[in-house]
């Protein structure tokens, strides 16, 4: 029998990387695993992909070569791609005859809490609204669902390894960080568990996990305080919380993310879900855990910490995309 042929984009991403070494150890899969960057080619390899394309959203002409004879795609995209991975579902249904599952990357919140969220009741400042990002994370799923295709949403809580990336260097100068998140606990997701989750979905298939949403979160909700105690703890030093105003968080980074930390600081991802734990049969990755030992692809949460990052003090990153 031929070996199923998997497309991974964002392949050298956080999430990517780890699902490429999962599926690589599978020898049912074939791994095509899609890069950006030249540079980023021989890092797949290393980690076992079968297959490395170079892979564009914004550029169609690179579609074809990745998806011949492919017949399951873990899609994942940066949210100012919206409107590329928009473009690329409605190819994706061109296809579906062939491709019988997709595993979306996705984001709690983005489908249910979305449509009843009422301004009035879940905010707390005056006009604020719906996240944006939310409405991009359901945007994205319901594309692929529109166009046809057997989808698996995993919808992750707020990423681990991005929680601090922004405030690196006052880690590493001044042992702190600053937020608006407070006391008000959250159940961070490790990304090394999304692909876990995705690597189960894709072996197991679309017989048993088709048009089927997961929420996926940390085994334990943690407040700043707690997260700074970890983080202390990994890194041998004392590090410290700085409580930040929405007001001077969205000073520094745009109305967009202040919207979403907003949902983040009214409890909306307080909960802990048991889907990580129905879906592999273990409890998902603690923060300390998640930045003291290794994933898949080699790498500690905390060796992970002080890589690229979208955001960055100073810069609305999504105001191209709000447009």
Not at 68 to 82: F, H, K, R
Not at 85 to 91: I, M, N, P, R, S
Not at 251 to 275: C, I, K, M, V
Not at 298 to 312: A, M, P, R, S, V
Request: charged share 25%; proline share 3%.
């Amino acid at each position: 029998m031929s070996k199923q042929v998997v497309l991974v984009t964002s392949a050298t991403g956080r999430i990517g990387r780890e699902l490429v070494a999962r599926l690589a150890a599978n020898a049912d899969f074939t791994v095509r695993a899609c890069y950006f960057s030249d540079d980023k080619a021989a890092q797949l390899t290393a980690l076992g992909a079968d297959e490395v394309v170079k892979f564009d959203l914004s550029n169609p002409g690179t579609w074809a070569a990745a998806l011949e004879g492919v017949s399951a795609v873990y899609s994942a995209s940066l949210d100012p791609m919206l409107d590329g991975h928009l473009a690329f579902c409605k190819e994706l249904g061109k296809r579906k005859a062939d491709i019988k599952h997709v595993v979306r990357v996705s984001c709690m919140g983005a489908d249910t809490n979305t449509a009843s969220y009422d301004a009035e009741t879940h905010a707390s400042r005056a006009g604020a609204g719906i996240p944006l990002m939310l409405q991009h994370y359901w945007w994205g799923e319901k594309a692929l669902i529109d166009a046809g295709l057997t989808v698996t949403a995993l919808r992750n809580n707020f990423f681990m390894n991005h929680l601090l990336k922004t405030d690196c260097d006052a880690i590493a100068a001044e042992g702190c960080f600053s937020n608006p998140l407070g006391e008000m606990r959250n159940s961070f997701v490790a990304t090394r568990d999304i692909a876990e989750a995705a690597e189960v979905v894709l072996r197991e298939g679309p017989a048993r996990h088709g048009n089927k949403f997961y929420d996926l979160t940390g085994p334990v909700p943690q407040s700043m305080a707690e997260i700074a105690a970890d983080l202390g703890r990994a890194m041998g030093k004392e590090i410290t919380y700085n409580a930040q105003s929405m007001v001077e968080f969205e000073a520094d980074f745009g109305s967009t993310r202040a919207e979403f930390f907003e949902y983040l600081t009214n409890g909306f991802y307080t909960r802990s879900s048991p889907d990580f734990y129905n879906l592999t049969g273990h409890k998902p990755t603690s923060y300390y855990d998640y930045l003291t030992t290794k994933g898949a692809s080699g790498e500690t949460g905390l060796e992970e910490l002080w890589q690229g990052n979208l955001w960055k003090k100073g810069e609305d990153a999504m105001k191209d995309a709000v447009k």
